[in-house]
């Protein structure tokens, strides 16, 4: 019985090719693009979760309030936080670890030099996350200062390991950076997976930091007034985040004296590990992080392609009912039963969606490169069934779907096909019912609802992303090159001289326009200070402010206007910070101060780092991040050094010499270091990747749910044509044109469009309006992209109907009237 069930099947695809075509590749197609996105989806759904305890390690996050404004949601904290949490809740807390990060740092081993990024950590770090050491024991690698553990692809490059032999290199000796004591390598732990939110190249112990290290940083030990440190919690099984963070109020009060040091309050919270990649809206960040938002977003268009590829089945199967009607009715007076034609049409289902399931595969092996470049993600379909990458039991949840969605497509079809009375049929007396066109014409609706959707999604994310492209920033980053800032020069008394000397130098060179140092990278986030206070204003009022280091060439390069008073001058600037008294604010900060004009704040001061400072200038507010954050008071403090980044602005002409030159020189300023830059505007441009990323996805799949919902329109056409033919046949023989037959037939199906534009509206605007407010700046939603995204849907249905309308208008009305 199966075999002629499979028989019959493959007569039927083979005699309907156009049709079956038109199915297995709309099927294909929905389901290549569900595979891809799922992809994306597991990937970013999987982040930590190889951790064993990813479920109960938290990150310590926190915010500051000044006059009940909220003025800092950060992730950055005190050093001695996590030790206190220890402390004060041992029956909850298991143990912590802190982290601090710092950008690339220069690895000599031989007077070979590396340039790699580390992470400082607690001991306690590999016990709570789940980083295998290869060689080395977790228990004491990382308890004495001046240790290090590398990760094993750092370790083979610098040490040429082979067959696996860490334990070889175990008690070698490097020197980082211009460190006068060497650090000692205790261990090499596994490479970091892609999916994890924290990244480094190597460990260094934490207490490298205060006790017997290189840095004598006091503060990092235990501390409660310099916050620039990252906490990572542990909790005892069973134990409820929820109820230790009630107690974070009074562990701040008890702990943190905020309105004496800085006059804000501290709220702590603890963040689930796996929240960290996908829902941080934190300054400051530490790793790697995406928009949760973006995710499940992606994961409901995969939903809908997959949905929309059956529905089309669907239509086009019922579209073939007509042609089959006689074969129903001959096989039930030959004596099937009903339940035997129901198989038979579900293993023609199956065997349509297994064809283009193998289909899917292909365009998979085809497009997976492609898709990769696109996204900037390491992805595959070999990741995305693997459990480790994804979430418990998601093999079998899809496969289960794609049975559920081969049994749910199947079976009405085969319902429909299998009710057919076999009197009426033989009689030529077929006809569908309204119940069964409306239930098409439903599908139709919801296809073209996502469509519109996603057409509006894509054009609102575009203008937005267009509007801060073109919006006035206030600050230009085009021609200019970040040079990566020296790490290995001193940093004594002669490092503004030498700062300077380098900086003449590199003016020289003829593709070079200006030059001038930041004390931070552009596009970063700038330091802040909470005890800001008007010299002459109320005492007990402390205000927030941002401040940046610059040289006195930063205006020029980065073309930022000065509106009152002057810039700074050489004589500004002095090698003891504690003997500059000269600052630069933007208007935001002389607002701030209670000044209404820029020249108002000339010669004024104001209370700074505990004394008093003269205001020198006044600029325009500027962008240096971007368009999600407002625009924050800030100081320019004249300061810099050899270890200060270097922005370099060069003529476009001749850039390969240029660059060339530009390294000569700092080789030979700085030849123990390792040079490299980056283009400003393309790095400032990184900030909009996962915006870009998503509006280009959303334009693709867009362009792909159009297609395939054509396809169930095309079905639709074609089945409603087919029962009106002897309608259009008498309507030509009355004298009807072809132009007006046509307008007959489409109107119909425009009106679903309609329909489905009505419904989209409402959706598109409530979803596009909470993706806005994430912008601090953004556009409006205007009527004439819901207008736009509801022409294009409507055109592109218009021209996939009336290929089958004006076909059927220019048929000879006799043969018409004769298939009746």
Known sequence: MIRNYLKIAWRNLAKNRVFSLINIFGLAIGMTTCLLILEVVSFQLSFDTFHTNANHIYRVVNDRYQQGKLIQHGTITYSGVGKAMKDDFPDEVLTHSRVVKWGDMVLDVNNTKHKASKIAVDNS????????????????????????????????????IKNNDYQSILGKTVKIDNSPNPYKLTGVCSDIPENSHLDFDFLMSYSSLYSGGNFNYKEADYNFTDSDFWHYIQLKP???????????????????????????????????????????????????????????????????MIVIAWINYVNLSTAKAVERAKEVGIRKVAGSQRGQLIRQFLIESFGLNLIALILTLLFLAV????????????????????QSLTIPYFPFYLLLAFGLGVVLSGYYPAFILSSFQPLAVLKGKFMTTTKGITVRKSLVVFQFTATIFLLFASIVMFRQLKFM??????????????????????????????????????????????VAYTDREIGGDMARTFDVQNVGGDKNTKLTMRHFGVSREFLSVYQVKLLAGRNFVFTDYNYKFDLLHNVILNQKAIKQLGYSKPDDAIGKQLKLFGRNWDIVGVVDNFHQKGLRSAVDPLILIPTYSTSFPISVKVETQNLEATLAAIKSVYKSFFPQDIFGYAFVDERFNQQYNNDQLLGEALLLFSGLLIFVACLGLFGLSFFVINQRTKEIGVRKVLGASVMSITALVSKDFLKLVVIAMVIATPIGWYTMRRWLNDFAYKIDIEWWMFGLAGLLAMGIALLTVSFQSIKAALLNPVKSLRTE
């Open 367 to 386: 497009s997976q490169t492609g898709f990769n470049r696109l996204t900037n993600l390491p992805l595959s379909l070999a990741n995305l069934f693997n």
């Open 469 to 514: 492209s073109e919006k006035d920033l206030g600050i230009h980053f085009s021609q200019i090159l970040s040079v990566t800032a020296p790490s290995l020069a001193s940093n004594d008394s002669s490092r503004v001289i030498r700062a300077e000397t380098f900086k003449q130098s590199l003016k020289q060179i003829g593709g070079v326009m200006e």
């Open 125 to 160: 770090f590999l016990s709570m996350f789940s980083f295998p050491l290869l060689a080395g024991d977790k228990k004491s690698v990382l308890v004495a200062p001046n240790t290090i553990v590398l990760t094993e692809r750092l370790a083979k490059r610098m040490f040429g």
């Open 238 to 304: 069973n134990i409820d985040y929820r109820a230790v963070q009630a107690k974070l109020d009074a562990f701040s009060k008890r702990h943190f004296q905020g309105n004496a040091v800085s006059g804000s309050d501290e709220k702590f919270y603890l963040q689930p590990l796996s929240e960290v990649h996908l829902y941080s809206d934190f300054e400051y960040e530490i790793g790697k992080v995406a928009n949760g938002q973006m995710v499940w977003g992606l994961f409901a268009i995969a939903v809908f």
